[in-house]
DNA sequence: CGAGTTCTTGAGCCTTTTCAACCCGGGTGG
DNA sequence: CCACCCGGGTTGAAAAGGCTCAAGAACTCG
């Protein structure tokens, strides 16, 4: 069960020869890609993912390796086209916070532009492949493509917007809330991707989980028990499986109190 | 004791009478603002200047009033030139939870980009200045200059990283380390546009900055009072003075255990 | 000057954390 | 091949931090 595949998308494969794939291992063609609809190609027309086409190039990860860290130099944005990450924040106190977790067809690094060095670190959590582009080349093409410049701001925007809602997610929610509204959203994310939204892994561990959603480890494995007891979901270990996502729902909507 | 003057910037100003100041006074001139080494024009040159100049027009708003509500079409971005704002978000619940304050030389209105419409309101907590620079002649300007481009993406990004940190301070710090950042993070924002750093006024309430940072107003106040008994800020209401900024960042590099 | 906010402070309660013990599964090495 | 080990996960009991509720004080604004 994989991506939404092609046959959703306009035709352009036809015309997609004139770029070399197999000659070189690490290019890539955003043309050919079947994350197109996700990725920062959206609304391109054939002559214009063409030139994205040239200035990508392809990079794959191990588990556990990371694609940057704080305090690297910032060149390149990365696009994910398959596997999984999360974001981390070293504080000064020397803990781990997990600021984001993210799957194919989304952007990491962005948050290296404003300073020219990365913040946070990005690893990868299963084996992975990322799409590497360039800043330079990438903001030089954005002048020249107005569809290209469009989507970029509007991915930009997007991590603002999702970082506000995680804002609100950790200031004015309760433990169980949380996790239920991480629970959604994964699930959301998988159906997007075209795999199962009712069952899936997680890739992270409950410290992860934990970290991200600003609880202990203890406090996320006590929800999924508590869940799992109402019928919500099935748990084994890191195997999720969504029984009852109405269910989960109502326990957002409901105030606190 | 106003943000710094002019002495410190580039004298472009004899340049600048081509452009009439007086004939519209909603025309404001960009490369007149003091503050244009904050925002969006850092490091244009006066040509350039002079043609976001033709963009940006002005807009007063008195204390209490919106600048934009969760929902509206998004058209514009917004450069604060005098004043203080909030934006916040309305939870299904019904609760609003305040996801940022903002000053002079800040940027408002970016979470819009996303999706064609804001998705929180902004609100003037005191009488207040903005520049409107409506976004589809931004971005169209940002194609043809560079540093233009440059320095927008990179005030998206601040915003990321702005949240991000945010996000490490719900998750991971307790209530009076939250609050000492919360000053310090305001005190140095003060010093940055020439005002004092050690004493000044609160424009929200004690509940806007409970919202903002995840507690109660009574654990703001409790926090407020007990600052206040320990010698490290002085409170009379919305009036603060830091005494002990040093203190005040102990509190913070202290591990919560 | 009075009404309505906003702020402070106290007491008790509730949620989440802390600390600790134990379990499970998968690898490793004897 | 089995014993052991170790990281990750679960569960319980006690402690703590922040919340709720409530009352009263201080300030603001018409």
């Known amino acids: 069960m994989t991506i939404n595949s092609q046959d959703r998308l306009p035709s352009v494969d036809q015309k997609v020869n004139n770029i070399p794939l197999t000659a070189n291992s690490m290019r890539v063609a955003c043309s050919q890609c079947n994350l197109r609809e996700l990725c920062l190609a959206v609304g391109l027309d054939d002559n214009d993912l063409h030139k994205l086409d040239d200035l990508v190039v392809k990079r794959k990860l191990k588990r556990g390796q990371q694609l940057y860290r704080a305090g690297d130099a910032f060149e390149a944005i990365y696009a994910i086209r398959t596997g999984f990450f999360k974001t981390d924040i070293l504080t000064e106190e020397g803990l781990e916070q997990v600021t984001g977790f993210q799957m194919a067809g989304e952007i990491l690094g962005m948050d290296g532009i404003s300073n020219d060095r990365h913040v946070c670190n990005a690893t990868a959590l299963e084996d992975s492949e990322v799409c590497i582009m360039p800043y330079d080349e990438l903001e030089e093409l954005s002048r020249s493509i107005k569809s290209l410049q469009q989507q970029f701001h509007k991915f930009m925007s997007r991590e603002i917007v999702r970082d506000q809602s995680l804002m609100i997610l950790l200031g004015s929610m309760r433990a169980e809330e949380r996790i239920a509204a ?32 600003g609880l202990k480890l203890e406090t996320v494995s006590r929800a999924f028990s508590k869940f799992h007891d109402e019928g919500l979901i099935g748990v084994q270990q890191k195997y999720i499986r969504i029984l009852n996502a109405d269910g989960l729902k109502a326990l957002l909507n409901h105030a606190p109190n």
């Open 182 to 213: 991480f629970l959604l959203n994964l699930s959301q994310r998988m159906r997007l991707r075209g795999y199962s939204a009712s069952e899936f892994h997680l890739r992270m561990t409950r410290e992860e989980i934990g970290s991200y959603l």
